[in-house]
């Protein structure tokens, strides 16, 4: 099964852009992954979907223009484009993997995004 | 709008069971193509999945936890709910209520409840 691999931290200032990355373990280089925002004593919500030809399906609920992911080889990114005081949170990136009984869903560390 | 809410006690002793309820409002459990799902977030650590059941009662655990998980369904009450043996300090985290919608290429988690934090302690 896939080990996803995300940076601990990272920060950005105010206005600016940011990509976080989230790596997949060698041999899953057809995965897609899932973005979830989770801001300060609050539970995830859904960012978006990727895969190698980018953008799965649509952007979760409320989830700015601002918001956009790309994915190449055994990286997904997520970048944020005019970074706002709001968009300081965890970020985790997600992939489920197998079926039936193997059936396992799986996060990466997360990473926190600090707005300077 | 579907609304997630766990309930359940914030304080388990060592070697006593969790157990949690999540109570689903606004759609079914046995609607189908959705997976009511169990997660948890230790403290100051990433998202772990505990396991997932499907509308049908079909379960899918981690193989970390499965010697220790079940996860039930309550159609009678929209309920699901988890329940987790031998506690020890390491179980003590957020513990999150999810649905994860499965359609064609789409596996995500759409709605999640808000956390109740569980901590182990005697």
Redesign the interface.
């Known amino acids: 099964q896939p080990v996803l691999t995300q940076p601990p931290s990272v920060s950005a200032s105010l206005g600016a852009s940011v990509t976080l990355t989230c790596t997949l373990s060698s041999g899953y280089s057809d995965y897609k992954v899932d973005w979830y925002q989770q801001r300060p004593g609050k539970g995830p919500r859904f960012v978006m979907r990727v895969g190698i030809g980018g953008i799965v399906g649509s952007k979760g609920d409320g989830i700015p223009d601002r918001f956009s992911v790309l994915g190449s080889g055994l990286n997904r990114y997520l970048t944020i484009k005019n970074i706002q005081e709001e968009d300081e949170s965890d970020y985790h990136c997600a992939a489920d993997h197998g079926s039936g009984n193997n059936f396992v869903v799986l996060f990466g560390g997360g990473t926190k995004l600090t707005v300077l | 709008q579907v609304q997630l809410q766990e309930s359940g006690p914030g304080l388990v002793k060592p070697s006593q069971a969790l157990s949690l309820s999540c109570s689903v409002s606004g759609g079914s459990i046995i609607d189908g193509g959705y997976y009511w799902?169990w997660i948890r977030q230790l403290p100051g650590?990433?998202?772990?999945?505990i396991g997932?059941i499907y509308s049908n009662g079909g379960t899918?655990y981690?193989?970390l936890l499965r010697s220790r998980v079940t996860i039930s369904l309550h159609t009678s009450k929209n309920q699901f709910s988890l329940n987790l043996n031998s506690m020890t300090a390491a179980d003590t985290a957020t513990y999150?209520c999810a649905r994860?919608i499965a359609r064609a290429?789409?596996?995500?988690?759409?709605y999640?409840?808000?956390?109740t934090l569980v901590t182990v302690s005697s």
């Open positions: 799902t650590k990433g998202l772990e999945w997932s899918y981690s193989p999150y994860l290429a789409l596996y995500y988690f759409d999640w409840g808000q956390g």
